[in-house]
């Protein structure tokens, strides 16, 4: 068991969500650092696809198990992502959406309680809403409309981080939170509806860019290995800093300016159409990060054309050869 909050090589980790997008690349990283993985997935939104290249490793233990169900293992530590991300897998089911925040954390909660160990939960820019403040800093409480289509993934996201303070409060639990902001990258589901993934497959395959509403809304995008580096720099740090620590790269950018960029890069002959705007989308959201700056030494250090220009690689490499996708 690891007790004293250091990074020591060897550590036997969960990663609850590891088969998924940011889950595999965290996995790729940890044991590159020498810690041994204990992947634990229900392939709901992950694929095999994503840690393929891990299987054969001996450090390496993959487990298909759903967190609303307890879970009985022996680990130095927990990272917990288990939970869809995009706003069209965490819809198609939303109750379960919101037991695998609630539920699965209790259950996270409850095995790092048992073990006496440290646990990490991704948490998320949603737990925001559609911000009255901008860009938002860890202490703005969000403004979340409760009965929405996004509540299911806001509140559970929200009664997670709730369930994780009161462990920590009421029983002393060693807890460490980020709020990640759109991430992009390599092994994005290319069905998965987010934006970067949808104007890339369409920019490549020649299909509409559907900008939903005017495209004037704005993200701010960060590359994958910068939220796996800014994860992994938060679970080191001492014992007591619980967060919550937003981590993401604050270079906004509209809907629209995005939709342009990637066609140029593509040299795409698409063109843009417009579709309504889902229920309750934010308008704006750009993270405040001077709190990882300062407590993490933290800072993206990829920008937006040059993780484009990764991405879109990757996703050539999908529709040329969509078996090993
Ligand atoms: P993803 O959908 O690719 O990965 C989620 C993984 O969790 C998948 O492998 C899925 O099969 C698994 N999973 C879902 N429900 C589960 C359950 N009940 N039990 C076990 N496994 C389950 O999404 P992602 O983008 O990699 O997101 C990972 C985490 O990061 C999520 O918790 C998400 O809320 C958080 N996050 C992501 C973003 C982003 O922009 N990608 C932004 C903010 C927060
Ligand atoms: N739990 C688990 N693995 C463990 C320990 C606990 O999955 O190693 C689950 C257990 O099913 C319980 C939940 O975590 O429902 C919360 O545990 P806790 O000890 O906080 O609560 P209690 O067991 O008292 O309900
Ligand atoms: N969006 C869009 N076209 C798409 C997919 C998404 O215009 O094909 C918009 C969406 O309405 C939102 C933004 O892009 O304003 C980001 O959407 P995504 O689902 O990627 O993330 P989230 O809304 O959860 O930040």
Redesign the pocket.
Known sequence: MNSSGQSLPGKRILVTGGAGFIGSHLCDDLMKRGNEILCVDNFFTGSKRNILHLLDNPCFEVVRHDICFPLYVEVDEIYNLACPA???HYQFDPVQTTKTSVSGSINMLGLAKRLKIRILQAST??VYGDPAVHPQPESYWGNVNPLGLRACYDEGKRCAETLFFDYHRQLGLDIKVVRIF?TYGPRMHPDD????S??IVQALKGEDI????D?G?T?SFCFVDDIVNGMIRMMDTPKGFTGPVNLGNPEECS?RELAERIMEMTGSSSKIVH?S??ED??RQ?RPDISLAQTRLNWSPTIDLDTGLARTIDYFESCISKPSKG
């Open positions: 995009s706003p069209v820019s949603e759109n509806g987010r934006v970067v949808n104007f559907t900008i939903y509403g495209g809304q993200r809907i579709k705007l889902p989308d934010p959201r």
